[in-house]
């Protein structure tokens, strides 16, 4: 069965500083990633996605991922983190067999603070 | 704009009383699904819908029906809601499955049942 796990229920960096929220995958077949980030009352946001290539993803709001296929990890990155990109974050990985091809199974969610 | 919309936003209900939530996409997207969102649980999938009159389980779907007459909406009803179903709901779509397409979230209902 395909899932993800995101060890850290909190991530607390300063601004200028630069952040990681971690994230680990599961898979039966190749891996499909992406992450998702949920501001407060709003709905979840595709930030960027993994299907296959190079092994470092770009994606919105100056994030990127990286994604390593030996320790099954999709850690996502941002060189300077800015008090608005406090939020939700979520891995999630997608089922790409059989019955269940399409679905996303997601991890628990990462808060991010990123202090002033 | 492309968009998914959910109505209500905010519904309190009382235990037994049929609700029905709304999920429409215009982007003519074939996959849709619902999600409950729970502190520390991450989002879980109910049901699922491939494409028109196709739809199928999802990790949590006791007690949820759901419905794809049309391409463009998903309609999640709860037929005798009780207060554990009280909780955050999503709708998402994205473009047919065997791509690799993001879904799309829409804004969220929150459903407390007393």
């Known amino acids: 069965a395909q899932s993800v796990a995101q060890p850290e229920d909190q991530v607390n960096v300063a601004e200028g500083n630069p952040l990681t929220v971690k994230c680990t995958y599961s898979?039966?077949?190749?891996?499909?990633l992406f992450w998702y980030v949920q501001y407060p009352n709003r709905g979840l946001q595709f930030l960027l996605k993994y299907i296959t290539g190079d092994n470092l993803v770009k994606g919105s709001y100056g994030f990127e991922a990286e994604f390593n296929k030996s320790q099954t990890s999709f850690h996502l990155k941002k060189p300077s983190a800015l008090v608005s990109d406090s939020a939700l974050y979520f891995c999630?990985?997608?089922?790409?067999?059989?019955?269940?091809?399409?679905?996303?199974?997601f991890g628990r969610g990462t808060q991010l603070t990123v202090w002033p | 704009e492309a968009q998914v919309t959910q109505n209500p936003r905010y519904l309190i209900t009382v235990t037994g009383k049929k609700l029905t939530v709304t999920c429409s996409q215009n982007?003519?997207?074939?996959?849709m699904s619902w999600y409950r969102q729970d502190p520390g649980l991450g989002l879980r999938q109910i049901y699922y819908s491939m494409n028109v009159e196709v739809t199928d389980k999802g990790d949590v779907p006791e007690g949820y029906k759901v419905s794809r007459k049309e391409k463009r909406n998903f309609p999640l009803i709860l037929e005798s809601p009780s207060p554990n179903q009280t909780s955050l709901y999503f709708c998402?779509?994205?473009?047919?499955?065997?791509?690799?397409?993001?879904?799309?979230f829409g804004p969220g209902t929150r459903l407390t049942v007393l």
């Open positions: 898979v039966s077949g190749n891996p499909y």
């Open positions: 999630a990985v997608r089922d790409d067999r059989g019955s269940t091809l399409g679905r996303l199974y």
């Open positions: 982007m003519n997207h074939e996959y």
């Open positions: 998402a779509s994205s473009a047919r499955p065997g791509t690799y397409n993001e879904q799309f």
